[in-house]
């Protein structure tokens, strides 16, 4: 059986990382994610954008997987074990589901950990503070590996291609509120693919859902990965 699994910030909160709609959103409260996630508020503000992602940054080094996270890197040795594949492609910009153990993470909105150079493109690791004054080699500004509101997803091909090979669509941790992400559940079902949520509360596109588990993703995650695993 090949599983697509999408993630987004819910499945990273009980590990401490801010979410940006619903409950903990409050986590930012100095800065709100919808105003300086874009290249708008980077050209205005470098530093201010570039304080909002130390912080994170900073967050996340110090964090660690939780439940959820661990659950998900079973269930991708669990599949490969028999002869199935896991997809996991996710929206958050942390390497938690890595730290976990699943391999083959594709992450659409990019990486905290890592900084892209504004002029050649270069991506190099970043867990330190990036400032204004941070250089590429060949001396272009660097900014954070991350994909913001009006720029394009990442590996786009990669995740159309692993919808075309899966026989199960599972969101786990999403508010179904960013597109092109949000789309994906759509695109399964034209599909024919069996379509499942799993979240604290309802998405923002739940009806689309087949089957729908609601609950904090360190308990319903677990639970879920032993039932695929036992069945
Ligand atoms: C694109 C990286 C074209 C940065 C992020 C008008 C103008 C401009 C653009 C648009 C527009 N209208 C629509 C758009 C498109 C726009 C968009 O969708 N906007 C929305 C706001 C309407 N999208 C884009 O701009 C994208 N690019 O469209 O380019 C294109 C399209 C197709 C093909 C080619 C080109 C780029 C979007 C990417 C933006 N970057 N992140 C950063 O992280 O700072 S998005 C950001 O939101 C994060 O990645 C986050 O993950 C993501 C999505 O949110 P979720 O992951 O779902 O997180 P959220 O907080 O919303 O929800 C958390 C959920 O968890 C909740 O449901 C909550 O109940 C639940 N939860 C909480 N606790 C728990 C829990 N669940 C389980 N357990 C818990 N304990
Ligand atoms: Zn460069």
Known sequence: MNIFILTGAGVSAESGLGVFRGEGAALWKRYDPMQLATPEAFARDPALVHDFYNA??????????????????????????????????????????ERAGSTNVIHMHGELLKARCASCGAVCDCREDLSTGARCDCGGALRPHV????????????????????????????????????????????????????NLEPSENA?????????????????????????
């Open 56 to 97: 994170r940054r900073n967050n996340l080094i110090a964090a660690s997987p939780n439940a959820a996270h661990f659950a998900l890197a079973r269930l991708d040795a669990g599949l490969a074990q028999r002869g199935g594949a896991l997809t996991l492609v996710t929206q958050n910009i942390d390497d938690l589901h």
């Open 147 to 198: 994909v913001w509101f009006g720029e394009t997803p990442l590996f786009m091909e990669d995740i159309f291609a692993a919808l075309d090979a899966a026989d199960l669509f599972v969101a786990i941790g999403t508010s179904g509120a960013v597109y092109p992400a949000a789309g994906f559940v759509r695109e399964a079902r034209a599909r024919g693919l069996r379509c499942s949520e799993l």
């Open 207 to 231: 009806a689309e859902f087949d089957d729908r588990r609601y609950g904090p993703a360190s308990e319903i995650v677990p639970s879920w990965v032993e039932e695929m695993l036992g069945s």
